[in-house]
């Protein structure tokens, strides 16, 4: 259970690594990545994932 | 190097004749943002907040530059002028940027452009993204150049719904200008700009997104009044939305204490990608800008030199050298020098003395020799900056406009047209559009113009004067105006 980044539609605004209750998104290689082993979907946290929520771009924060 | 600034060769000089004549020599481009008021017009506390702030003092546009760095790219809302996608050099519109900087970098490149741009007063952070919501970064911006740059300005420019949670630190270190873009004060108008905004875990949309960011945006304004933070409030002008709304976003903007309303035009076609420019949404005609403008005065003073400049932009205003402090362009170690700065300033606080006691001057003996029922005249004025006639006609890419009657000069618009002279001739149909540029103005001045372009101008009945390079722009104006209402020619050349 875990949502991956689209790399091509990133625009690197980093608004996901903000909003991550986890920790679970870092910046690396100039895309961000999420950790799959970190990433709850938001579970207990939110209603929805908060990287998907936040992201700018549509279907860019999706399951992975 | 961009030939219209001032060359930094020209600031190793230490006394400011020599300034002067560096400046006279090369200039530095001009624009305008900001109240037109002069210190007599304001409370002391307001003119020390404003005057070396371009964006804040029409005034102090004349004089001192700019720069914003993009260090917040992230946004807890969205527009539908805006696509975070697009990214491109050669637009210049607010939320354009090319390069995103970390905090460290941005503190170099603030300190490599202080060193080589004397006259770089302000520092602001204005996208693209929401520089409170994405707070730490402009935070930590803010401290690094703070540490090295005590005198410099600090400004963000924000859509207010994260800004409560942050304006006492604000306070804490000292920033006393912040520009919060409203566009609506009716949350149904707001359902049409904004299509949704993410706020406590989640994306909202519609009336309810709307209603929490005008709350927001209100809240922001009324905290920063009280803290005595001076607040400019942007507005996108959106024809069909918001035009006519406006006037009410001006006078509640106003109650709650706003010191500058700024009208901006929708910039918007397909290209962008955004929604308004997918949709064929338009942005407003200079007319329709203007008569809105016009409807707002003697709501919160209203700002009519803005740019809308890029987030990335370096400079005084109307002018980008953003181009010339790319990253790769910045040493890794930077050491700050203030002594062009200082020296600046220092030239500064005497040459703007001298222009306002020039400007009083002209207004007396304007009054003195014309009949107070006069018409008011409009007069349109080439100019680097500094407050003088000192551009070259053909390199003109917007021209001033002063207005100009019994009661004195003042600042109306600036008037933008394509340069006109390219490589160092001139081109008919340039010259066309600047003629159409000045619709309504039968007067230029200029420091310098080739006698073909001026004759074309007077069979297009715009008389060119280079009789006043240099001389300050109230000097020139006034004496102009004394000589077309009666006074004897060489009287006015005195003047």
Redesign the interface.
Known sequence: MALKIVVENCTVCGACEFECPNAAIRFESDTYIIDPSLCTECEGHADNPQCAEVCPVPETCVAA | MNANVISLDGLKVASRDDLTKAIESKGCESSSCGSSDAPEDMDPSTWQKVKDHPCYSEEAHHYFARMHVAVA????I?CNYCN??YDCANESRPGVVSE?LTPDQAARKVIAVANEIPQLSVLGIAG??DSA??W?KTKETFKQVQAQLPDIKLCLSTNGLALPDHVDELLDMNIDHVTLTINMIDPEIGTKIYPWI?WE???RTGLEAAQILHERQMQSLDMLHERGILVKVNSVMIPGINDEHLLEVNREVKKRGAFLHNIMPLISAPEHGTVFGLEGQRGPTAAELKKLQDACAGGANLMKHCRQCRADAVGLLGEDRGQEFTMDLVPEEVTYDPSKREAYRDWVAEERGERRAAAETAKAETQAAVNPDAEAMLIAVATKGGGRINQHFGHATEFQIFEVDNDGVRFVTHRRCDNYCVGGYGEEDKLELVIKTLEGISTILCAKIGDCPREDLEKAGIEAIQDYAYEYIETAVSAVYRARNGLPAEEAEIA
Do not use: I, L, S, V
């Open positions: 790219p992230a946004c807890n969205q975070r996608k995103r693209p993204g919501y994405d730490r993410f875990k989640k994306r």
